[in-house]
């Protein structure tokens, strides 16, 4: 059976007290719309549509970032959770299949669950999402009648009874398209907010004789973000099953909970992390590489037995071949280090190929920018870079090659030579007691001004 998704994404987020539209706030370094949609793209659905309105423009680019061949459909005025299904009506024309609607504020829902929606949908005609809620407070209430949904009641229309239910709606709603739509069409806007609720279709098919029953799944699946405080509170769930998920693929944490990832960070078994790591998005780290403390990596590559840190930072297109040593106040942008070679102290490489078993000394600093133009810098193999070079891009040092300390290097350095330019050493004898006894007395004289 063909799938496609419909995810709801209009909402301006009031209580957000943002400016950002809420779907593009981000949990793990991605917003909450890319959440959404990762765990649904693994049904592999025919159709994506992603229903905007407020910030429409930033939402469907962020949408397009994730996947280009995302469908956005708009909602000029938000009417509520079945007028904007509504709108992706014409964005499906043709589709013979089951669609979920979806929220895009609501960001841990597994693909799990969202096949054992469609396996209930083989012998239903309408399947919802409910969570046993540990205080059910105001949300809307399932009532069951075995395995069959019978009402979805809100909480202000409950009766006691039926707020004593902990069986709870989370929104989301599984039904072929058909069926669907044609539920849609009979949704009414009879209440106080004149809007209309995707929610009604249940007790619309059950008039009809339709079947419909309810899936189940953990309440912190369901969680739906709404504000500052629920946004803080969703990005440290997401960190603590994303540390336990790497724990228990094996990767050692010293301090799991100063250990912050990404959506997509990849780690592989006999990792090392240390205390106070941040790994920005499109990070990878290969088996038995060791990042030290008070480092933050994005976008770059650390291979197998790579050491990083402690306090280094990577930029992206950092990339870290096997055995690299990366030390302590380092940074390493656009920059590709080959195998066994080290840049252990107070130093930048930007732009920049350094070759195998190569040493980079303190203080180095590849000079890439010249105010409009980056440039490349290029380092052979077993070569030595002395503490304090600078190196004027474009340039080239050859293999086994070096460069003295305090040199600043403008033009390429053949294989095997050493590079050197200094200013000749001039010591002028007793200068420095005649200079301090003159600044000394010009001090003196202005305290007492």
């Not at 549509?49 to 910030?55: C, E, P, S």
């Not at 669907?180 to 059950?206: K, Q, S």
């Not at 095997?416 to 007793?430: F, L, V």
């Amino acid at each position: 059976m063909s799938t496609a998704l419909i995810i709801l994404a209009a909402g301006k987020g009031t209580r957000m007290e943002s400016d950002l539209p809420k779907v593009l706030h981000k949990i793990g370094g991605a917003p909450l719309l890319h959440h959404a949609m990762l765990s649904a793209s693994a049904l592999e659905p025919d159709r994506t549509i992603v229903v905007t309105g407020h910030g429409a423009e930033l939402v469907e680019a962020a949408a397009q970032d994730f996947d280009p061949d995302v469908i956005a459909v708009r909602q000029p005025e938000q009417l509520g959770t079945a007028h904007a299904v509504r709108q992706a009506r014409s964005a499906l024309d043709g589709f013979d299949g089951d669609v979920i609607v979806l929220y895009g504020d609501t960001p841990f829902i597994t693909t799990d669950t969202l096949d054992q929606m469609i396996a209930a949908r083989a012998a239903h005609d309408v399947v919802v999402l409910g969570f046993e809620a540990a205080v059910a407070g105001r949300y809307g209430r399932l009532i069951m009648d075995g395995k069959s949904l019978k009402r979805i009641v809100e909480f202000k229309d409950a009766t006691d009874e039926e707020r004593a239910v902990t069986l709870c709606n989370s929104g989301v709603i599984c039904a072929d398209s058909a069926t669907l739509f044609d539920l849609l069409d009979a949704v009414d806007n009879n209440n106080a907010a004149r809007e209309y609720y995707l929610p009604d279709i249940v007790g619309i098919a059950n008039t009809r004789g339709l079947k419909t029953t309810a899936v189940t799944c953990a309440e912190a699946e369901t969680l739906g973000i709404n504000s500052r405080v629920e946004l803080a509170t969703a990005e440290a769930l997401f960190q603590q099953a994303k540390r336990r998920e790497m724990i228990e693929d094996g990767v050692m944490m010293q301090a799991p909970d100063t250990v912050f990832l990404s959506f997509d960070t990849i780690i592989g078994r006999d990792a090392e992390i240390e205390p106070n790591v941040v790994f920005a998005p499109g990070v990878t780290v290969e088996s038995g590489a060791r990042i030290r403390a008070f480092t933050h990596l994005e976008g770059a590559h650390v291979s197998r037995g790579a050491i990083v840190g402690p306090f280094a930072r990577l930029r992206p297109g950092a990339e870290l071949a096997e055995h690299v040593h990366i030390g302590n106040f380092v940074e390493i942008k656009n920059a590709t280090i080959d195998e066994g070679a080290k840049v252990n102290h107070l130093t930048y490489i930007g732009d920049a190929e350094i070759g195998a078993r190569s040493n980079i000394g303190a203080g180095t600093i590849t000079c890439n920018y010249d105010g409009v133009m980056k440039h490349r810098t290029t380092i052979g193999r077993d070569t030595f870079i002395g503490s304090n070079t600078m190196l004027v891009a474009p340039v080239t040092v050859g293999n086994e090659a070096m460069t003295a300390t305090a040199t600043t290097v403008t033009k390429d350095v053949p294989d095997g030579a050493m590079a050197i330019s200094r200013a000749e050493q001039n010591n002028k004898p007793g200068f420095a007691r005649k200079l301090f006894s003159m600044l000394r007395a010009k001090k003196a004289k202005q305290a007492k001004g």
